[in-house]
């Protein structure tokens, strides 16, 4: 997946394109250099439509074309005082909704001064218009009678987990093992053999905790004394914790109540709202992109593996 | 040493090209695995060449009120400052040029890249790329005086900065026997100047690739191509500066030297999916309370051994 | 020192002026392939910003945060240019050369440690 829209030849939009993302994805196309295409997908629909896409690259055409003008006449960055109370100026940068490695749906908007940040302020949820949540698939059969069982249960958190784990480790460089966790990622969602996976998934924990490398670059980012759990290093470590523990249930095929399983201490306590912008003052834009991506912030423990709707 | 003149000239860029292309399918071959894709390895080593044909037809783009003129120079300069490095770069007993200030002139071009990229993420007027070419700023402050201490500590024991001399000088033992210290150094450092991993944070991911972010088409094949040059010349004079050079048994000095560089590349290939990139927010002390006083502690050594 | 003895000295340098003569011109060569290949002519842009409308200039007073740190860093490299030709001369000049050197390296190294007590080696 190309990391900026002058790296991209695709524009890919899977799922429904609500409201609040056509501006964005509108000017994500105009930034992408020809050739280009633009791709509609719905589900099962992936490999058509990527297949189409590819043949209209390779003859350099042009699949649809956005338009619109580009605008001119930017303004100078103001001038804010800095921690020392030196005017300098400021930049605003908004972090979302389309950046790659980034939280879906997440907006944060940021005043640099140089690489610093020193406001962050939220949207929420509402106003950017998160999509119907991927996360609740093993419940999907819930009304159709068939049996949901704590292995699917486990086998989907474990996706979730290597989802952001993925997506921590891309953000800090880690390319060798943000790789591994997104294949685990996928075969696992494919139905990969439990054996395969927890053979894998235990080397690759393993790696990651012997790593002092890891551990001396990710301790003391990202701790707040009321809102979250330990910094970077310590949540990293327990999500590995956790995916020790679910590779115990993948083979059991014991049913799970149809309320799901109990919420337990599963994941850390996180409204982003109110945690974000704390966590996010005063650090430096690769510790806070570390930060953001060490938290799952759309999840409360009281939605954890639970099959009813969101009360956010 | 055998300078050579005329066809050397040309015959250079396209060699080290030509090496940077064998390295970036091999790397990709690698990636496959790891990858997990269902495609043979084959089709993976040929990923470079469609990638280089990809930026060739791309569309060029720039940004609103960019500042073109440094952003285009910066973009050409790496592959340029790479370019000039490898003047003194020797293959076996031939070098393009061996001026008596050899190891000055690599220095001296290596840092034209730090300010070319400096000037490349200034150019596009948009945050990503700026606080990328900052980035790569602080990063010069960190890894330019370890790097510079391991050359001339590599000078010092040759008595020259010829780097023919420095070769020469190796006869009886290499100098990473005794200079185990700046050989590692040096090998960190490379890696730092040509914003390799674990030291790629100027193009990091968490800027969505920071001084390239706004980069497309046939200015991104230049500077990325820069990029793979400067690793390049950067392994290869790690052979005549500690590994003796086209020394070895039974194989021709030329094609020593190649297996050495291949060596040394693999390793900075190797470090780059390694580790996790390293930021210098927390680097510089390491840099300036460990390596910097291990280099001093180095040179001196070496320096009393030249004395004796 | 004749001017065959000039010539000589300055091969070197003519060399390096045919060397970046050459990678100029390959680069025109590589810039010439991409243009009769283009699709499309050049255009302009908004710089990417998440998908965000972008309202102002990127050119600003960056906050160099580790502006003490440059300092110690020319101090030091100011430094290094003794140290080059000082690596030709120092077996000849003895142990006086050594020891001036290290002295003087020493002097440096107390600073730095002096820096970094006050803090310049971190700036977050």
Known sequence: MALNPADADLVVVAGPLTPRFTEPVERIWRQ????????????????????????????????EDGGGEVRNGLVMADRGTDRDGLALDRLHVPLGPLLPNWPAGLVVHTTLQGDVIQHAQVDTPDEVGVGEDFWRWPWWPAGTGEKITSGGVARIRLVELLDALGRLFAVAGWLDVAMRAGVLRDFLLEGAESAWVRRRLLRLITRVRRSRTWRWLTAELGEHRHSVVGDVSTRCSAWLNEMERLLVDLDSIESVPLDGPGSGDRSVPVSPQRVLPELLEGTEFASARLIVASLEPWRSPDEVGSPGGVDD | MTEGTGWAVLVLPLALTAFALLALAADAAVGVRVAHARRSVAAAAADPWREVARLLVGQRRTTVAADGVLWRSGVVTVPLAALLAALVLPLGGFAAADPGVGIVWFNAMEILGWAALWTAGWGPNSP???????????????????HMFALITAATGAGTLRVGGIVDAQAELWFVVWMPVAFVVYLISA????????????????????VVAELSGVDR????????????????????????????????????????????????????????????ERFTEVSWLVLLPLTILQALLVALVVLV | MGFEGIMLAMHGFVTALLLLGSGLGLLGVVYLVAWSVRRAPAESVEAFLSGNRSVEHAFSRFHVRWYALTMLYLAFEMEMLFMYPWALVVADEGASA???????????????????????????
């Open chain 1, 32 to 63: 992408v250099p020809r050739p280009r295409a633009f791709v509609r997908v719905r589900e099962h629909e992936v490999g058509d439509r990527l297949d189409t896409a590819s043949v209209v690259l390779s003859r350099g055409g042009e699949h």
């Open chain 2, 128 to 146: 990503l790329s700026l606080i990328g070419g900052y980035r790569f700023v602080a990063q010069g402050m960190c890894y330019e005086l370890p």
């Open chain 2, 191 to 210: 890696a730092a100047m040509a914003f390799w991993g674990p030291f790629d944070a100027p193009l990091g991911r968490d800027l969505s690739g920071g």
């Open chain 2, 221 to 280: 094949l230049v500077l990325l191509t820069g990029r793979w040059l400067l690793v390049v010349v950067a392994a290869g004079m790690a052979v005549p500066l500690f590994l003796g050079g086209g020394r070895g048994p039974l194989l021709p000095a030329w094609l020593w030297t190649l297996v050495k560089t291949a060596l040394v590349l693999t390793f900075l290939l190797w470090s780059r999916r390694r580790f996790p990139t390293v930021r210098m």
């Open chain 3, 98 to 124: 050594v020891i001036e050197m290290f002295v003087f390296l020493a002097i440096l190294l107390a600073g730095v440690v002096y820096a970094w007590r006050e803090g310049v080696l971190r700036w977050v």
